[in-house]
């Protein structure tokens, strides 16, 4: 069976990292595209950021570009999301996905028809 968990939330102070971890269970992340999302109590859940593995095309919503990150680890079937600078508003629930979408582009961060999702883990970052 196909699954995704996620690890790493928490709560940090304002101006604090953390790093999430997305890992693959039943499939391996290499021919796939990988999406971070979070949803903000009262809100919409919201696309951050994606890397297509097949090209490498990333994508990165312009609240989070030059604070969050997307990188991987193949061995461990894990992808992280770095997380700096981190402010009151990205307290959310974050939530991993994975699917044969485009990202980057005109695709942005590849819609909300991934093909798999994390259960989420929780970020509170207090000012």
């Known amino acids: 069976e196909e699954q995704l968990e996620e690890s790493g939330g928490g709560l940090v102070q304002a101006g604090g990292s953390l790093r999430l971890s997305c890992t693959a269970s039943?499939?391996?992340?290499?021919?796939?595209?990988i999406g971070w999302f979070r949803q903000a109590p009262g809100k919409e859940r919201e696309g951050l950021l994606c890397?297509?593995?097949?090209?490498?095309?990333?994508y990165y919503v312009d609240s989070v570009k030059g604070r969050f990150t997307i990188s991987s680890d193949d061995a461990k079937n894990t992808m992280y999301l770095q997380m700096n600078d981190l402010k009151s508003e990205d307290t959310a629930v974050y939530y991993c996905?994975?699917?044969?979408?485009?990202?980057?582009?005109?695709?942005?961060?590849?819609?909300?028809?991934?093909?798999?999702w994390g259960q989420g883990t929780q970020v509170t970052v207090s000012s």
């Open positions: 996905a994975a699917g044969f979408v485009y990202c980057g582009g005109r695709y942005g961060y590849g819609g909300f028809e991934y093909d798999y």
């Open positions: 039943g499939f391996t992340f290499e021919d796939h595209t």
């Open positions: 890397i297509r593995r097949a090209d490498g095309s990333t």
